[in-house]
Protein backbone atom coordinates (compact mmCIF):
# COMPACT_ATOMS: atom_id res chain seq x y z
CA UNK A 1 0.00 0.00 0.00
CA UNK A 2 1.34 3.21 -1.38
CA UNK A 3 -0.15 6.42 0.21
CA UNK A 4 2.51 9.07 -0.70
CA UNK A 5 2.30 9.34 -4.26
CA UNK A 6 -1.16 9.96 -6.14
CA UNK A 7 -1.56 10.50 -9.95
CA UNK A 8 -5.01 11.34 -9.65
CA UNK A 9 -3.91 15.41 -10.63
CA UNK A 10 -5.45 16.43 -14.47
CA UNK A 11 -2.77 16.05 -17.09
CA UNK A 12 -1.38 12.77 -15.25
CA UNK A 13 -3.36 9.58 -17.30
CA UNK A 14 -2.29 6.96 -18.21
CA UNK A 15 1.54 7.12 -15.93
CA UNK A 16 3.60 4.22 -14.99
CA UNK A 17 2.93 4.14 -11.39
CA UNK A 18 5.31 1.09 -10.73
CA UNK A 19 8.48 2.93 -12.24
CA UNK A 20 6.96 6.06 -10.57
CA UNK A 21 6.99 4.39 -6.84
CA UNK A 22 9.82 2.53 -8.00
CA UNK A 23 12.09 6.06 -8.42
CA UNK A 24 10.44 7.36 -5.02
CA UNK A 25 11.45 4.17 -3.29
CA UNK A 26 14.98 4.37 -4.83
CA UNK A 27 15.28 8.03 -4.01
CA UNK A 28 14.09 8.51 -0.17
CA UNK A 29 16.28 7.89 2.86
CA UNK A 30 15.45 4.78 5.21
CA UNK A 31 13.86 7.43 8.03
CA UNK A 32 11.44 8.45 5.11
CA UNK A 33 10.92 4.57 4.17
CA UNK A 34 10.58 3.61 7.80
CA UNK A 35 8.14 6.08 8.84
CA UNK A 36 6.09 5.66 5.91
CA UNK A 37 6.13 1.81 6.74
CA UNK A 38 4.68 2.31 10.04
CA UNK A 39 2.00 4.83 8.37
CA UNK A 40 0.92 1.78 6.41
CA UNK A 41 0.88 -0.06 9.68
CA UNK A 42 -1.20 1.67 11.13
CA UNK A 43 -3.49 1.54 7.91
CA UNK A 44 -3.69 -1.84 7.54
CA UNK A 45 -4.37 -2.26 11.60
CA UNK A 46 -7.08 0.32 10.97
CA UNK A 47 -8.58 -1.92 8.34
CA UNK A 48 -8.00 -4.84 10.22
CA UNK A 49 -9.74 -3.53 13.34
CA UNK A 50 -12.99 -2.43 10.57
CA UNK A 51 -12.93 -5.61 9.16
CA UNK A 52 -12.95 -7.07 12.37
CA UNK A 53 -15.74 -5.17 13.20
CA UNK A 54 -17.91 -6.20 10.06
CA UNK A 55 -17.58 -9.91 11.00
CA UNK A 56 -19.94 -9.69 14.15
CA UNK A 57 -22.51 -7.36 12.99
CA UNK A 58 -25.51 -9.66 12.43
CA UNK A 59 -28.07 -9.09 9.84
CA UNK A 60 -30.44 -7.65 11.70
CA UNK A 61 -28.13 -4.81 12.74
CA UNK A 62 -26.93 -4.16 9.47
CA UNK A 63 -30.55 -4.18 8.35
CA UNK A 64 -31.61 -1.31 10.81
CA UNK A 65 -28.57 0.55 9.91
CA UNK A 66 -29.65 0.59 6.50
CA UNK A 67 -33.10 1.47 7.61
CA UNK A 68 -31.23 4.04 9.79
CA UNK A 69 -29.34 5.47 6.37
CA UNK A 70 -32.27 5.62 4.29
CA UNK A 71 -34.73 7.75 7.00
CA UNK A 72 -31.24 9.72 7.39
CA UNK A 73 -31.13 9.92 2.97
CA UNK A 74 -34.60 11.01 2.89
CA UNK A 75 -34.46 14.12 5.47
CA UNK A 76 -31.10 14.83 3.21
CA UNK A 77 -33.19 14.88 -0.11
CA UNK A 78 -35.68 17.09 1.91
CA UNK A 79 -33.18 19.65 1.83
CA UNK A 80 -31.62 19.08 -1.71
CA UNK A 81 -31.27 22.23 -3.79
CA UNK A 82 -31.05 22.65 -7.24
CA UNK A 83 -32.06 26.54 -8.01
CA UNK A 84 -28.45 27.47 -7.07
CA UNK A 85 -25.39 28.41 -9.88
CA UNK A 86 -22.05 27.41 -8.19
CA UNK A 87 -19.04 27.80 -10.40
CA UNK A 88 -15.64 26.56 -8.97
CA UNK A 89 -12.66 27.83 -11.13
CA UNK A 90 -9.36 26.93 -11.39
CA UNK A 91 -5.95 28.56 -12.71
CA UNK A 92 -4.14 25.93 -14.72
CA UNK A 93 -1.02 25.32 -12.69
CA UNK A 94 -1.00 28.58 -11.59
CA UNK A 95 2.34 29.26 -10.77
CA UNK A 96 3.71 27.33 -13.91
CA UNK A 97 1.81 28.92 -16.19
CA UNK A 98 2.75 32.70 -14.88
CA UNK A 99 6.08 31.83 -15.83
CA UNK A 100 5.85 30.25 -18.78
CA UNK A 101 3.80 33.31 -19.79
CA UNK A 102 6.73 35.48 -18.75
CA UNK A 103 9.47 33.02 -20.40
CA UNK A 104 8.31 31.87 -23.97
CA UNK A 105 11.08 29.33 -23.90
CA UNK A 106 9.49 27.27 -20.83
CA UNK A 107 6.33 26.47 -22.76
CA UNK A 108 7.38 23.99 -24.85
CA UNK A 109 9.37 21.83 -22.46
CA UNK A 110 8.48 19.90 -19.02
CA UNK A 111 9.36 22.31 -16.34
CA UNK A 112 8.16 23.05 -12.30
CA UNK A 113 8.02 25.53 -9.90
CA UNK A 114 10.31 25.38 -6.78
CA UNK A 115 13.80 23.93 -5.72
CA UNK A 116 15.25 20.47 -5.41
CA UNK A 117 13.78 20.45 -2.01
CA UNK A 118 9.92 20.85 -2.80
CA UNK A 119 7.89 21.88 -5.81
CA UNK A 120 5.17 23.70 -5.90
CA UNK A 121 3.22 23.47 -9.21
CA UNK A 122 4.41 21.87 -12.74
CA UNK A 123 3.21 21.93 -16.03
CA UNK A 124 1.52 19.31 -17.91
CA UNK A 125 4.32 18.46 -19.58
CA UNK A 126 5.89 17.85 -16.51
CA UNK A 127 3.06 15.84 -15.39
CA UNK A 128 3.02 13.41 -18.34
CA UNK A 129 6.34 11.84 -16.11
CA UNK A 130 4.65 11.94 -12.93
CA UNK A 131 6.02 15.37 -11.62
CA UNK A 132 3.25 16.87 -9.38
CA UNK A 133 3.25 19.28 -7.23
CA UNK A 134 4.67 18.83 -3.32
CA UNK A 135 7.11 16.28 -4.51
CA UNK A 136 10.96 17.18 -3.95
CA UNK A 137 12.90 18.28 -6.91
CA UNK A 138 15.57 16.10 -7.08
CA UNK A 139 13.22 13.37 -6.80
CA UNK A 140 10.98 14.91 -10.03
CA UNK A 141 14.38 15.05 -11.73
CA UNK A 142 15.01 11.56 -11.38
CA UNK A 143 11.19 10.61 -13.12
CA UNK A 144 11.91 13.43 -15.83
CA UNK A 145 16.10 14.06 -16.37
CA UNK A 146 15.17 17.14 -18.45
CA UNK A 147 12.73 19.06 -16.46
CA UNK A 148 13.37 22.67 -15.84
CA UNK A 149 12.82 23.78 -12.30
CA UNK A 150 12.75 27.71 -12.13
CA UNK A 151 12.61 29.30 -8.35
CA UNK A 152 8.79 31.01 -6.71
CA UNK A 153 8.17 34.52 -7.16
CA UNK A 154 5.35 34.83 -4.48
CA UNK A 155 5.02 38.78 -5.14
CA UNK A 156 4.11 38.21 -9.14
CA UNK A 157 1.58 35.22 -8.37
CA UNK A 158 0.08 37.08 -5.45
CA UNK A 159 -0.12 40.38 -8.10
CA UNK A 160 -1.98 37.47 -10.73
CA UNK A 161 -4.32 35.55 -8.25
CA UNK A 162 -5.94 39.64 -7.09
CA UNK A 163 -6.25 40.42 -11.11
CA UNK A 164 -8.17 37.71 -11.22
CA UNK A 165 -9.95 37.95 -7.76
CA UNK A 166 -11.23 41.68 -9.13
CA UNK A 167 -12.75 40.04 -11.94
CA UNK A 168 -14.72 37.33 -10.17
CA UNK A 169 -15.83 39.70 -7.85
CA UNK A 170 -17.38 41.44 -10.19
CA UNK A 171 -19.86 38.40 -10.88
CA UNK A 172 -20.17 37.33 -7.45
CA UNK A 173 -19.00 40.12 -4.70
CA UNK A 174 -18.86 37.41 -1.82
CA UNK A 175 -16.67 35.02 -3.78
CA UNK A 176 -14.29 32.84 -1.89
CA UNK A 177 -11.14 32.24 -2.75
CA UNK A 178 -9.81 29.07 -1.70
CA UNK A 179 -6.10 29.89 -2.16
CA UNK A 180 -4.28 32.34 -5.11
CA UNK A 181 -5.47 29.75 -7.65
CA UNK A 182 -9.07 29.06 -6.90
CA UNK A 183 -12.22 30.36 -6.57
CA UNK A 184 -16.03 29.68 -5.61
CA UNK A 185 -18.26 31.72 -6.92
CA UNK A 186 -22.32 31.88 -6.59
CA UNK A 187 -23.78 33.26 -10.03
CA UNK A 188 -27.33 32.80 -9.07
CA UNK A 189 -27.97 36.45 -8.25
CA UNK A 190 -25.88 37.41 -11.54
CA UNK A 191 -27.70 35.39 -14.07
CA UNK A 192 -31.04 36.35 -13.12
CA UNK A 193 -30.04 39.76 -13.57
CA UNK A 194 -28.38 38.99 -16.96
CA UNK A 195 -31.13 40.09 -19.48
CA UNK A 196 -29.15 41.15 -22.61
CA UNK A 197 -26.38 39.55 -24.10
CA UNK A 198 -22.32 41.25 -23.81
CA UNK A 199 -20.03 42.35 -26.41
CA UNK A 200 -16.36 42.28 -25.29
CA UNK A 201 -13.08 43.06 -27.09
CA UNK A 202 -10.68 40.45 -27.41
CA UNK A 203 -7.13 40.81 -28.56
CA UNK A 204 -5.36 38.03 -29.96
CA UNK A 205 -1.41 38.01 -30.99
CA UNK A 206 -0.13 36.18 -33.74
CA UNK A 207 3.84 36.99 -35.87
CA UNK A 208 7.11 36.09 -35.28
CA UNK A 209 7.05 37.03 -31.85
CA UNK A 210 5.53 34.64 -29.19
CA UNK A 211 6.38 36.92 -26.10
CA UNK A 212 2.29 38.11 -25.69
CA UNK A 213 -0.51 35.43 -24.58
CA UNK A 214 -2.71 34.47 -26.25
CA UNK A 215 -1.41 33.65 -29.33
CA UNK A 216 -3.30 32.65 -32.57
CA UNK A 217 -2.66 31.30 -35.80
CA UNK A 218 -2.64 33.51 -38.43
CA UNK A 219 -4.51 31.65 -40.97
CA UNK A 220 -7.08 30.93 -37.83
CA UNK A 221 -10.63 30.80 -39.71
CA UNK A 222 -12.32 32.77 -36.26
CA UNK A 223 -10.04 36.02 -37.37
CA UNK A 224 -12.80 38.27 -38.56
CA UNK A 225 -12.76 40.03 -41.50
CA UNK A 226 -13.23 43.51 -40.28
CA UNK A 227 -10.83 42.66 -36.94
CA UNK A 228 -8.63 45.14 -36.29
CA UNK A 229 -4.41 44.63 -36.59
CA UNK A 230 -1.93 46.60 -34.98
CA UNK A 231 1.84 46.07 -35.72
CA UNK A 232 4.30 46.28 -32.53
CA UNK A 233 7.97 45.52 -32.58
CA UNK A 234 8.22 43.57 -28.85
CA UNK A 235 11.11 45.59 -27.02
CA UNK A 236 11.87 42.02 -25.93
CA UNK A 237 12.68 39.91 -29.15
CA UNK A 238 12.95 42.31 -31.18
CA UNK A 239 10.15 40.38 -33.27
CA UNK A 240 7.39 41.58 -35.03
CA UNK A 241 3.90 40.62 -33.51
CA UNK A 242 0.52 41.61 -34.20
CA UNK A 243 -2.40 42.06 -32.52
CA UNK A 244 -6.08 41.20 -33.82
CA UNK A 245 -8.30 43.16 -31.98
CA UNK A 246 -12.39 42.33 -32.73
CA UNK A 247 -15.20 41.80 -30.90
CA UNK A 248 -16.92 38.68 -28.85
CA UNK A 249 -20.40 38.43 -28.09
CA UNK A 250 -21.44 36.26 -24.57
CA UNK A 251 -25.11 35.21 -24.19
CA UNK A 252 -27.11 35.26 -21.18
CA UNK A 253 -26.87 30.90 -20.34
CA UNK A 254 -25.27 30.25 -17.74
CA UNK A 255 -22.21 28.24 -20.14
CA UNK A 256 -21.94 31.70 -21.98
CA UNK A 257 -21.07 33.68 -18.32
CA UNK A 258 -18.72 31.09 -17.09
CA UNK A 259 -16.76 31.36 -20.91
CA UNK A 260 -16.97 35.08 -20.46
CA UNK A 261 -14.92 35.00 -17.34
CA UNK A 262 -12.79 32.68 -17.80
CA UNK A 263 -12.31 34.87 -21.25
CA UNK A 264 -11.46 37.56 -19.37
CA UNK A 265 -9.11 36.39 -17.23
CA UNK A 266 -6.81 35.21 -19.90
CA UNK A 267 -7.26 38.67 -21.81
CA UNK A 268 -5.99 40.09 -18.23
CA UNK A 269 -3.42 38.11 -17.55
CA UNK A 270 -2.74 36.09 -20.72
CA UNK A 271 -3.11 32.98 -17.74
CA UNK A 272 -5.80 30.26 -18.52
CA UNK A 273 -8.50 28.57 -16.15
CA UNK A 274 -11.18 25.46 -15.85
CA UNK A 275 -14.34 25.73 -14.33
CA UNK A 276 -17.13 23.55 -13.02
CA UNK A 277 -20.65 24.43 -13.00
CA UNK A 278 -23.14 22.19 -10.42
CA UNK A 279 -25.37 23.08 -7.74
CA UNK A 280 -23.32 22.90 -5.10
CA UNK A 281 -19.57 23.75 -4.61
CA UNK A 282 -18.81 20.44 -4.01
CA UNK A 283 -20.18 19.51 -7.43
CA UNK A 284 -18.52 22.08 -9.03
CA UNK A 285 -14.90 21.84 -7.60
CA UNK A 286 -15.32 17.96 -9.19
CA UNK A 287 -16.40 19.07 -12.22
CA UNK A 288 -13.93 21.36 -12.76
CA UNK A 289 -11.22 18.50 -13.65
CA UNK A 290 -13.14 16.99 -16.60
CA UNK A 291 -11.82 19.21 -18.64
CA UNK A 292 -8.84 20.56 -17.81
CA UNK A 293 -6.88 22.88 -18.98
CA UNK A 294 -8.79 25.75 -20.48
CA UNK A 295 -12.20 24.15 -20.20
CA UNK A 296 -15.14 23.94 -18.28
CA UNK A 297 -18.17 20.96 -17.34
CA UNK A 298 -21.35 21.87 -16.66
CA UNK A 299 -23.61 19.34 -14.50
CA UNK A 300 -27.15 20.24 -15.42
CA UNK A 301 -29.60 20.99 -12.32
CA UNK A 302 -31.51 17.59 -12.23
CA UNK A 303 -31.45 15.20 -9.19
CA UNK A 304 -31.08 11.83 -11.26
CA UNK A 305 -28.49 13.75 -13.49
CA UNK A 306 -26.07 14.43 -10.37
CA UNK A 307 -26.77 10.84 -9.14
CA UNK A 308 -25.76 9.21 -12.20
CA UNK A 309 -22.89 11.88 -12.32
CA UNK A 310 -21.87 10.58 -8.74
CA UNK A 311 -22.45 6.63 -9.35
CA UNK A 312 -19.63 6.87 -11.68
CA UNK A 313 -17.62 8.88 -10.46
CA UNK A 314 -14.32 7.17 -8.08
CA UNK A 315 -14.54 7.91 -4.56
CA UNK A 316 -10.59 9.61 -4.50
CA UNK A 317 -12.43 12.37 -7.04
CA UNK A 318 -14.41 13.45 -3.57
CA UNK A 319 -12.47 16.45 -1.87
CA UNK A 320 -12.16 15.13 1.96
CA UNK A 321 -11.48 11.80 0.58
CA UNK A 322 -7.88 10.86 1.05
CA UNK A 323 -5.27 7.58 0.41
CA UNK A 324 -6.28 6.02 4.17
CA UNK A 325 -9.95 6.90 4.24
CA UNK A 326 -10.00 5.57 0.47
CA UNK A 327 -7.73 2.26 1.73
CA UNK A 328 -10.21 1.90 4.44
CA UNK A 329 -13.46 2.33 2.17
CA UNK A 330 -11.72 -0.09 -0.53
CA UNK A 331 -11.10 -2.79 2.25
CA UNK A 332 -15.12 -3.10 2.33
CA UNK A 333 -15.61 -2.94 -1.35
CA UNK A 334 -16.48 0.85 -1.86
CA UNK A 335 -14.69 1.43 -5.20
CA UNK A 336 -17.10 4.15 -6.64
CA UNK A 337 -19.34 6.72 -4.83
CA UNK A 338 -22.16 4.65 -5.77
CA UNK A 339 -20.66 2.04 -3.48
CA UNK A 340 -21.40 4.32 -0.75
CA UNK A 341 -24.85 4.18 -0.97
CA UNK A 342 -25.14 0.47 -1.54
CA UNK A 343 -22.40 0.17 1.52
CA UNK A 344 -24.34 2.67 3.71
CA UNK A 345 -25.29 -0.05 6.36
CA UNK A 346 -21.58 -1.64 6.78
CA UNK A 347 -20.18 1.87 6.54
CA UNK A 348 -22.69 3.20 9.41
CA UNK A 349 -21.47 0.11 11.54
CA UNK A 350 -17.53 1.17 11.61
CA UNK A 351 -17.83 4.84 10.97
CA UNK A 352 -19.18 7.37 13.04
CA UNK A 353 -22.11 8.74 12.44
CA UNK A 354 -20.89 11.98 11.38
CA UNK A 355 -18.56 10.66 9.10
CA UNK A 356 -20.92 7.97 7.61
CA UNK A 357 -23.67 10.49 7.55
CA UNK A 358 -20.81 13.11 5.33
CA UNK A 359 -20.37 9.96 3.31
CA UNK A 360 -24.00 9.20 2.62
CA UNK A 361 -24.12 12.92 1.22
CA UNK A 362 -21.56 12.50 -1.17
CA UNK A 363 -23.13 9.49 -2.21
CA UNK A 364 -26.05 11.35 -3.43
CA UNK A 365 -24.23 14.50 -4.71
CA UNK A 366 -25.44 16.65 -1.88
CA UNK A 367 -23.69 19.41 -0.31
CA UNK A 368 -21.64 18.06 1.83
CA UNK A 369 -19.20 21.47 2.93
CA UNK A 370 -20.10 24.23 4.47
CA UNK A 371 -18.87 27.99 3.31
CA UNK A 372 -19.72 30.82 5.03
CA UNK A 373 -19.16 33.34 3.07
CA UNK A 374 -17.85 36.34 5.69
CA UNK A 375 -16.31 34.31 8.29
CA UNK A 376 -14.53 31.24 6.50
CA UNK A 377 -12.29 30.14 8.24
CA UNK A 378 -11.82 29.06 12.14
CA UNK A 379 -8.06 29.09 12.75
CA UNK A 380 -4.51 30.26 10.87
CA UNK A 381 -1.78 28.67 10.75
CA UNK A 382 1.79 28.58 9.50
CA UNK A 383 5.08 26.43 9.30
CA UNK A 384 8.17 25.75 8.16
CA UNK A 385 10.37 22.72 7.47
CA UNK A 386 14.26 23.07 7.38
CA UNK A 387 17.03 21.00 7.81
CA UNK A 388 17.25 18.79 11.33
CA UNK A 389 17.94 21.26 13.83
CA UNK A 390 18.90 20.66 18.14
CA UNK A 391 20.54 23.85 18.85
CA UNK A 392 17.37 25.86 21.06
CA UNK A 393 18.14 29.51 20.03
CA UNK A 394 18.59 28.64 16.48
CA UNK A 395 14.57 26.76 16.89
CA UNK A 396 13.49 29.96 18.76
CA UNK A 397 14.50 32.40 15.95
CA UNK A 398 12.38 30.38 13.34
CA UNK A 399 9.47 29.87 15.87
CA UNK A 400 9.41 34.17 16.27
CA UNK A 401 9.94 34.67 12.64
CA UNK A 402 6.88 31.82 11.89
CA UNK A 403 4.89 34.30 15.05
CA UNK A 404 5.69 37.24 13.12
CA UNK A 405 4.22 35.84 10.09
CA UNK A 406 1.11 34.43 11.45
CA UNK A 407 0.34 37.72 13.09
CA UNK A 408 0.86 38.86 10.11
CA UNK A 409 -1.64 36.99 7.67
CA UNK A 410 -4.47 37.42 10.33
CA UNK A 411 -6.34 40.51 8.47
CA UNK A 412 -6.06 38.17 4.89
CA UNK A 413 -7.65 35.25 7.49
CA UNK A 414 -10.89 37.50 8.54
CA UNK A 415 -9.43 36.50 12.15
CA UNK A 416 -8.53 39.05 14.59
CA UNK A 417 -6.95 36.91 16.91
CA UNK A 418 -7.62 34.09 19.29
CA UNK A 419 -7.57 32.17 22.72
CA UNK A 420 -5.80 29.40 21.89
CA UNK A 421 -2.39 28.78 20.50
CA UNK A 422 -1.19 25.31 18.73
CA UNK A 423 2.39 24.11 18.24
CA UNK A 424 3.11 21.20 16.30
CA UNK A 425 6.65 19.56 15.85
CA UNK A 426 8.10 16.91 13.58
CA UNK A 427 11.51 15.37 14.41
CA UNK A 428 14.25 14.39 12.07
CA UNK A 429 12.71 10.42 13.36
CA UNK A 430 9.28 11.86 11.77
CA UNK A 431 7.27 11.48 15.27
CA UNK A 432 4.99 14.19 15.10
CA UNK A 433 3.30 16.32 17.99
CA UNK A 434 0.67 19.07 18.81
CA UNK A 435 0.55 20.66 21.51
CA UNK A 436 -1.91 23.18 22.58
CA UNK A 437 -2.69 26.19 25.21
CA UNK A 438 -5.54 27.97 26.43
CA UNK A 439 -5.61 31.54 27.62
CA UNK A 440 -7.68 33.99 29.04
CA UNK A 441 -6.91 36.68 26.37
CA UNK A 442 -6.87 37.57 22.90
CA UNK A 443 -3.47 36.76 21.30
CA UNK A 444 -3.41 39.54 18.37
CA UNK A 445 0.21 40.32 17.98
CA UNK A 446 3.71 38.31 18.58
CA UNK A 447 4.24 39.90 21.97
CA UNK A 448 1.51 37.73 23.03
CA UNK A 449 1.98 34.56 20.82
CA UNK A 450 5.48 34.10 21.00
CA UNK A 451 5.99 33.76 24.74
CA UNK A 452 3.32 30.72 24.58
CA UNK A 453 4.53 28.71 21.66
CA UNK A 454 8.51 29.34 23.60
CA UNK A 455 6.89 27.24 26.31
CA UNK A 456 5.53 24.43 24.55
CA UNK A 457 8.79 24.15 22.53
CA UNK A 458 10.77 23.96 25.61
CA UNK A 459 8.69 21.55 27.69
CA UNK A 460 8.91 18.99 24.80
CA UNK A 461 12.44 19.26 24.40
CA UNK A 462 12.91 18.64 28.20
CA UNK A 463 14.82 15.29 28.51
CA UNK A 464 14.50 14.69 23.95
CA UNK A 465 17.89 15.21 22.31
CA UNK A 466 16.37 14.42 18.90
CA UNK A 467 16.42 17.05 16.05
CA UNK A 468 13.67 19.27 14.39
CA UNK A 469 12.78 19.08 11.09
CA UNK A 470 9.75 21.01 11.31
CA UNK A 471 7.66 23.79 12.89
CA UNK A 472 3.72 25.08 12.80
CA UNK A 473 1.86 27.64 14.76
CA UNK A 474 -1.93 27.92 14.83
CA UNK A 475 -3.90 30.48 15.90
CA UNK A 476 -8.05 29.65 16.67
CA UNK A 477 -10.16 32.34 16.00
CA UNK A 478 -12.26 34.02 18.34
CA UNK A 479 -15.52 34.91 17.33
CA UNK A 480 -15.35 38.24 16.33
CA UNK A 481 -13.84 38.43 12.59
CA UNK A 482 -13.26 41.25 10.48
CA UNK A 483 -16.59 42.51 8.17
CA UNK A 484 -16.04 41.44 4.06
CA UNK A 485 -15.57 45.21 3.34
CA UNK A 486 -12.82 45.75 5.65
CA UNK A 487 -11.41 42.59 3.87
CA UNK A 488 -11.61 43.71 0.64
CA UNK A 489 -10.05 47.06 1.23
CA UNK A 490 -6.63 45.60 3.33
CA UNK A 491 -6.38 42.03 0.04
CA UNK A 492 -7.47 43.60 -3.25
CA UNK A 493 -7.29 47.04 -3.31
CA UNK A 494 -3.72 46.85 -1.75
CA UNK A 495 -2.52 45.03 -4.44
CA UNK A 496 -4.19 46.90 -7.72
CA UNK A 497 -6.63 49.42 -8.81
CA UNK A 498 -9.85 49.22 -10.27
CA UNK A 499 -10.27 47.69 -13.74
CA UNK A 500 -12.74 48.16 -16.61
CA UNK A 501 -14.61 44.74 -17.56
CA UNK A 502 -16.56 43.88 -20.16
CA UNK A 503 -17.31 46.39 -23.26
CA UNK A 504 -14.38 48.49 -21.32
CA UNK A 505 -11.71 45.47 -21.50
CA UNK A 506 -8.90 47.35 -21.65
CA UNK A 507 -6.19 46.82 -24.34
CA UNK A 508 -2.55 46.38 -23.38
CA UNK A 509 -0.28 49.50 -23.06
CA UNK A 510 2.04 48.83 -26.14
CA UNK A 511 -2.14 49.73 -28.26
CA UNK A 512 -1.51 53.17 -26.38
CA UNK A 513 -5.10 52.62 -24.62
CA UNK A 514 -5.71 51.90 -21.20
CA UNK A 515 -3.03 50.22 -18.51
CA UNK A 516 -3.63 48.06 -16.00
CA UNK A 517 -1.75 49.65 -13.27
CA UNK A 518 -0.49 47.22 -10.38
CA UNK A 519 1.96 47.68 -7.12
CA UNK A 520 3.96 44.94 -5.87
CA UNK A 521 3.02 43.27 -2.28
CA UNK A 522 5.24 44.95 0.32
CA UNK A 523 8.17 43.33 0.77
CA UNK A 524 8.50 40.16 3.04
CA UNK A 525 10.51 40.75 6.32
CA UNK A 526 12.19 37.34 6.45
CA UNK A 527 13.67 36.60 2.75
CA UNK A 528 13.52 32.86 1.58
CA UNK A 529 16.30 30.89 1.02
CA UNK A 530 16.57 30.60 -2.69
CA UNK A 531 15.74 26.86 -2.57
CA UNK A 532 12.27 27.75 -0.34
CA UNK A 533 8.46 28.04 -1.41
CA UNK A 534 5.76 29.02 -0.10
CA UNK A 535 2.78 26.80 -0.59
CA UNK A 536 -0.79 28.52 0.41
CA UNK A 537 -3.36 25.50 0.32
CA UNK A 538 -6.25 25.70 -1.25
CA UNK A 539 -9.50 23.74 -0.29
CA UNK A 540 -9.12 20.74 -2.71
CA UNK A 541 -5.61 20.37 -2.21
CA UNK A 542 -5.96 20.05 1.17
CA UNK A 543 -8.41 17.92 1.23
CA UNK A 544 -8.13 15.78 -1.73
CA UNK A 545 -4.15 15.74 -1.21
CA UNK A 546 -2.84 13.94 2.07
CA UNK A 547 0.15 12.66 -0.12
CA UNK A 548 1.46 16.17 0.34
CA UNK A 549 1.82 15.72 4.05
CA UNK A 550 4.60 12.59 3.41
CA UNK A 551 6.78 14.26 0.57
CA UNK A 552 7.05 17.29 3.90
CA UNK A 553 9.47 14.70 5.79
CA UNK A 554 12.20 14.25 3.04
CA UNK A 555 13.23 17.56 2.28
CA UNK A 556 15.19 20.33 4.26
CA UNK A 557 14.44 24.54 3.72
CA UNK A 558 11.00 24.40 2.60
CA UNK A 559 8.13 27.05 4.05
CA UNK A 560 4.71 25.97 4.51
CA UNK A 561 1.68 28.01 5.18
CA UNK A 562 -1.03 26.29 5.58
CA UNK A 563 -4.96 27.89 6.05
CA UNK A 564 -6.86 25.31 7.75
CA UNK A 565 -10.44 25.63 6.05
CA UNK A 566 -13.16 23.50 8.21
CA UNK A 567 -15.51 21.47 6.29
CA UNK A 568 -13.49 21.55 2.72
CA UNK A 569 -10.24 20.61 4.08
CA UNK A 570 -10.99 18.73 7.44
CA UNK A 571 -11.17 15.06 6.31
CA UNK A 572 -12.98 12.63 8.63
CA UNK A 573 -10.94 10.32 10.88
CA UNK A 574 -11.54 6.89 10.06
Not at 66 to 73: F, G, I, L, Q
Not at 124 to 149: E, H, T, W
Not at 486 to 495: R, W
Amino acid sequence: MALTYCGDKAGMASLDMNRIKRIIADNTGQDFQHHERQVEKQVEERIKNKCEMLLYATNEQLKRLEEEADSVAIKMEEHRSINRFWVHIDMDAFYASVECRDNPELRTVPMAVGGDAMLATSNYLARKFGVRSAMPGFIAKKLCPDLVIVPCDMHKYIRESNIVRSIFQYYDPNMFMGGLDEAYLDLTDFVGQRIFPVKCKRIRYTGDCICRLPLISSNNQNISEDAERVVIICNRCNKERIAIIDYIVFGTGLDDIVNQIRFEVEQLTGLTCSAGIATNKMLAKICTDLNKPNGQFYLEADRYKIIDFMNSLKIRKVPGIGPKCEAVLKSIGVEKCSDLFEKRAKIRYIFTNLHSEWLLKVSLGLDAWEIDKVSNQKSAGIGRSFTPKQNFTELCQILYKLCRKLIKSLPSSRIVGGRSATLSIKFATFDYITRCKSVDFVIQNVEMLYPIVEGLLKKELVGRHDAIRLLEGNIKRKHKQLTTTTILQQNLHKFIKPIKLHNNLPILDELGNEKIETTSNESEEDELNDDSIVVISSCGDGANGEEGLFWEYIFSGYLHLNLWLPGIQGCFGV
